[in-house]
């Protein structure tokens, strides 16, 4: 059973900066962040290919968003900069055995955390 836990979640003002972690149970699994606003659908946020480390960011966070592993340590991040109230959302992280490199396609994605709330107040 794979398990996916995310931490660093909580409620920061407008242009400040938070680090949200999640930790897998296994290695070797494409891994993304996806997000849910309030009253919307789920929305990819980034991801990152299991052996080349390339990433892929939603246009909303290019540039404010940078996601990271450690495959030594199951580890994935994501260091959130200059967040804005549109950043409030439930961040899942995801995990995929489908793939090795990164997909923007959530149901590419067959495991998942159990979220962590981020709110940005202005």
């Known amino acids: 059973q794979v398990q996916l836990v995310e931490s660093g979640g909580g409620l920061v003002q407008a242009g400040t900066s938070l680090r949200l972690s999640c930790t897998a149970s296994?290695?070797?699994?494409?891994m993304a962040w996806f997000r849910q606003p309030p009253g919307k659908e789920r929305e990819f946020v980034a991801a990152?290919?299991?052996?080349?480390?390339?990433?892929v960011y939603a246009d909303s966070v290019k540039g404010r968003f940078t996601i990271s592993r450690d495959n030594a340590k199951n580890t994935l991040s994501l260091q959130m900069n200059t967040l804005t109230p549109e950043d409030t959302a439930v961040y899942y992280c995801?995990?995929?055995?489908?793939?090795?490199?990164?997909?923007?396609?959530?149901?590419?994605?067959?495991?998942w955390g159990q979220g962590t709330q981020v709110t940005v107040s202005s």
């Open positions: 296994v290695s070797n699994y494409a």
């Open positions: 995801a995990a995929s055995a489908l793939i090795t490199g990164y997909s923007r396609d959530d149901v590419l994605y067959n495991f």
């Open positions: 990152i290919a299991l052996v080349s480390g390339r990433a």
